[in-house]
């Protein structure tokens, strides 16, 4: 199998040629056939958030069962799954009480190693998947089939962006019809909650990216305002759209402390601020404590869009085809194995929704 590997933080990704281990008896063989290069990705090969190299990265894939152990249940050979970045064991504390976003088994599945380099070092992949390669080796539990003729571009993004975003939005708070959401940060995720807020029913959907073909796209894909950051006070702005008050609902979908107080600033009182976007390891944020008493906030995490993996991936494979969300949209572009450093490089400069991998010729 071909992959792509981070060998040290901040260097550039390295593809080998790497001999798969054998099976274990509830292990899977994935042909991958398409897989989404995500900020998380970059957030690990710039040592944001620390993984040990040498590493597989992507975690936000699609592909073909090649092969399965003799004691896999979930997934048959020629199945086309999808893959989770959080197992889903079914049995653990969080997994039986309905959060299985929380699954125990996250490290076990994440640190066992599938595959060698040619001079016998096993290598790790990120959260047990490792995307960027032609193929995979993963345990069961991270596994979801489905039944579909979607392209394998729009189901590698199911994998994380979108659920990631949609799920933030039905899952995690739980939006009414009628609403107004705020979206602060416009990337794959971002787009994602647009998206979501309009299944939900919103009534608008307030837009924010100082990007202006992020902006375009959620214009495109639902978004009912657009705000500029650099047209003045983003807080200013999002009262202005809505009758003094701010948003019922502000989704953070960039990660920085300051975007996170943006969010809770362009919420009204006793509205909702959704926490969706992945910050530094060790980064805090300060709010002001009067406030989250008198104002009545509510101020949620997100973790994967509160994802039930196994009931939600088909959910939003059933979306995608009745046409209520549109993620042929939010894929950029396609490119071969060997561009992944070029993609990231997109994505910071801000020029790419997703771009995603075909790794096979
Ligand atoms: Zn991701
Ligand atoms: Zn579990």
């Known amino acids: 199998m071909r992959a792509a590997l981070l060998l040290g933080v901040d260097e550039p990704l390295v593809v080998e040629t790497l001999t798969p281990e054998p099976l274990g008896p ?3 063989r994935v042909r991958i056939d398409a897989s989404g290069v995500c900020h998380s990705d970059v957030s690990i090969a710039t040592g944001l958030v620390p993984m040990p190299p040498p590493v597989i990265l992507g975690h936000e894939g699609a592909g073909t069962v090649l092969e399965v152990g003799d004691r896999v249940t979930r997934v048959r050979v020629g199945d086309r799954v ?11 504390w969080y997994c039986v ?6 699954c125990e088994r996250m490290l076990d599945v994440a640190m066992t190693r599938h595959s060698r380099r040619a001079e016998g070092k096993l290598v790790f992949s990120m959260s047990g998947l490792g995307t960027f390669a032609d193929e995979m080796i993963n345990h069961e539990w991270s596994l979801v089939a489905v039944e579909t003729d979607l392209p394998a571009e729009q189901l590698a993004l199911i994998g994380c962006g979108v659920m990631t975003g949609v799920g933030a939005v039905l899952n995690t708070a739980q939006v009414v019809p009628g609403s107004t959401v ?7 995720v971002g787009q994602s909650v647009v998206q ?3 299944v939900a029913g919103a009534a608008r959907v307030i837009a924010i ?6 902006r375009a796209t959620a214009s495109k894909l639902g978004a009912s305002d657009l705000v500029d950051p650099a047209d003045g006070d983003v807080a200013d702005q999002v009262r202005a759209l809505t009758g003094g008050r701010g948003a019922d609902y502000a989704f953070e979908v960039v990660g920085r402390p300051e975007t996170m107080v943006q ?7 006793g509205g909702t601020v959704v926490i969706v976007g992945m910050p530094k390891f060790d980064a805090t944020v300060t709010f002001p404590a009067y406030s989250m008493f008198y104002d009545e906030k509510r101020l949620l995490g997100s973790n994967y869009g509160s994802a039930h993996v196994r009931r939600d ?12 969300l549109d993620v042929a949209h939010m894929v950029t572009k396609t490119i071969a194995l060997e561009d992944v450093d070029a993609a990231f490089a997109a994505m910071l400069a801000g020029d790419v929704i997703r771009s995603v991998i075909v790794p096979q010729p």
């Open 196 to 198: 979501g807020a309009r």
């Open 313 to 324: 991936f088909p959910r939003i494979v059933s979306l995608i085809e009745g046409g209520s």
């Open 26 to 28: 509830h292990d899977v």
């Open 82 to 92: 999808i893959s989770s970045f959080a197992p889903a064991c079914g049995e653990c």
């Open 263 to 269: 969010a809770r600033d362009v919420t009204r009182r």
């Open 209 to 214: 990216d100082p990007v202006a073909m992020k």
């Open 182 to 188: 705020a979206v602060i940060g416009l990337g794959g």
């Open 97 to 102: 009480h309905d959060q299985p976003n929380f």
